[in-house]
């Protein structure tokens, strides 16, 4: 059965210290890797598309990897404003034809001034 | 803003009513998805279209659950005879797409919570 897991389930941190929030994911083949950023009562706004082991992309102070078994994502110098649950979801590809997508339970990242 | 827009943004009920919520999705998006949420887990898929045809349904969506997008632009989703299990945010997202599984990011709403007492 396809899963994601994220981990970990929250981070506090203090600005300014670096981390790395980790997704990691089993499915029949993988059409895309998604990252998402929700802020309390709002939907989940997007980051990132990932489609095969190595890519990397980048926004702001945002870093996201992927390999064949996990994705990464870096924070760098976090700011307070960087404060919200970041998903991961994955699309699975070798035996659907459909467009859902899976997601993980997020990472609730704080980050104190 | 031209972001997916769904109303309404809270909905609170009794047992037993019947609810209809409304997703209009981007102007050019052809394929239109409705997640449900619950608190501290991620969004969870019900069922999606492309343009006026429902293509995949959830085991999720129970025989109460009924969405349509009549002219292939906004959608509705109705629960009937709801239950306390409903109580859930419930999430749309449209995407542009030009074949079969096609890995275009979806663009989210801000969903409708429901709460049924």
């Known amino acids: 059965e396809d899963q994601v897991t994220q981990s970990p389930e929250a981070l506090r941190l203090q600005e300014g210290e670096s981390s790395s929030l980790n997704c990691s994911y089993t499915v029949s083949g993988l059409r895309g890797l998604f990252w998402y950023r929700q802020d309390p009562g709002k939907g989940p706004e997007f980051l990132f598309t990932?489609?095969?082991a190595g890519e990397e992309k980048e926004k702001e102070r945002l870093k996201a990897t992927l390999t064949k078994k996990e994705s990464f994502l870096h924070i760098t110098a976090p700011k307070p404003e960087d404060s919200a649950t970041y998903l991961c979801?994955?699309?699975?590809?070798?035996?659907?034809?459909?467009?859902?997508?899976?997601f993980g339970s997020g990472t609730r990242l704080s980050i104190r001034p | 803003d031209t972001g997916v827009s769904q109303n309404p943004r809270h909905k609170i009920t009794k047992r037993g009513q019947n609810v209809t919520f409304r997703c209009d999705p981007i102007s050019e998006h052809n394929r239109l998805y409705w997640y449900r949420q619950t608190l501290g887990q991620g969004p969870e898929f019900l069922t999606y279209?492309?343009?006026?045809?429902?293509?995949?349904k959830s085991r999720l969506l129970s025989d109460r659950f009924s969405a349509e997008r009549p002219k292939g632009s906004f959608s509705t989703l109705e629960i009937q005879r709801t239950e306390q299990g409903d109580s859930a945010m419930y999430l749309c997202?449209?995407?542009?797409?030009?074949?079969?599984?096609?890995?275009?990011?979806?663009?989210f709403g801000d969903g409708t919570r429901l709460s049924i007492l």
């Open positions: 279209f492309q343009n006026e045809a429902q293509l995949e």
């Open positions: 997202a449209s995407s542009l797409a030009f074949r079969t599984g096609d890995n275009q990011p979806q663009h």
């Open positions: 979801a994955v699309q699975e590809g070798r035996y659907s034809s459909a467009s859902k997508i899976i």
């Open positions: 990932l489609y095969s």
